[in-house]
């Protein structure tokens, strides 16, 4: 009977957009059970509560464990701003790559602001302090401008920091920003995604995803991955879900120039992960990530987890005073 319910309770989610903004405002009202907690204690409990197992900050091996250390001891201000999807990009302007940023439209305060008769289209708009927020809009395609509104005015009133407690995106200012869709019609596989795992500013492996979103823009269950060593080796391993058959991705001709690029941008960081994509030949920046999954990874097998772990050097830091206070 419960899982009738649990089932039923999906269907009217996938089904109902007001259903879903309801649900939207109730997560977001939930984070205040854990304002209690400062971050090290919210890590552990988050951590335990999804795997069932303690979380170890004291000596931390895997890749989740030192992201985890981190995100909890790196308060470079530098980190905020690569976060913020509007101001990285004068980031990577400075790093002498402005000529792969895609194509910005506008940027607003408010979803009510934006007029959808004068937009460029199609387009893809995002919020700027957030993981996960998109929609995609096409003239020529039904949307649904009151849902946009309901729910991106919604988050700019957020804080995304509080979703999973990850520091670069405290404070951030809100604020939705346009930019032209990337469409890909020659991939057989549509819009493919090239996540470039980067330590110390060297590239060490490739995460290939696709159907990252669904056709609304928001993110699909559909996605699949695959890690890559930088010779374009399949690692066998999968990352919070299944792999991509391999025939269906290929190196791109201009790898290397990608790689080069990536580094560039990740050379400040202990670790981050810079997304582009190639389009036509054409390479386009896409964001800096710097805990990804918020730090909670799944490999199988794990191995994995260790090997990726290995690759973090904590040299020099330690978990920051903020982050064993009570959260403010």
Known sequence: ???????????????SKLAQYYYLKLYWARLKDSKGLNDVEY????????TGQELNLENPVTFTEKLYFLSLSNRDPLLKKCSDKYLVREYVGDCGLGHI???LYGVYDRAADIDFERLSSPCILKLNHASGFNAIYDRRKPF??????????????????????????????PRIICERLLEDDQSGVGLIDYKFMCFRGVA???LITIDTCDAAGAPSEAIRRNLYDMDFNFLPVTMNGPNIPLDLVGKPANFEAMRSYAETLAKPFPHCRVDLYNVGGK???GE????????LIIFEPHEWAIQ???WIDLTGYKIAADALLPPG
């Open 1 to 15: 009977m419960a899982e009738n319910r649990t089932n039923l309770i999906q269907t009217l989610m996938k089904r």
């Open 43 to 50: 890590f552990k409990r988050r951590h335990r509560q999804i």
């Open 101 to 103: 940023l895609n194509d």
């Open 144 to 173: 649904d401008k009151r849902d946009f509104v309901r729910k991106f005015d919604f988050m700019l009133k957020q804080d995304y920091y509080w979703n999973c407690r990850e520091w670069n995106y405290k404070h951030i200012k």
């Open 204 to 206: 060490k492996a490739l």
């Open 283 to 285: 390479i386009y920046f």
């Open 288 to 295: 800096i990530t710097f805990f990804h999954g918020a730090g």
């Open 308 to 310: 990726l772990g290995d």
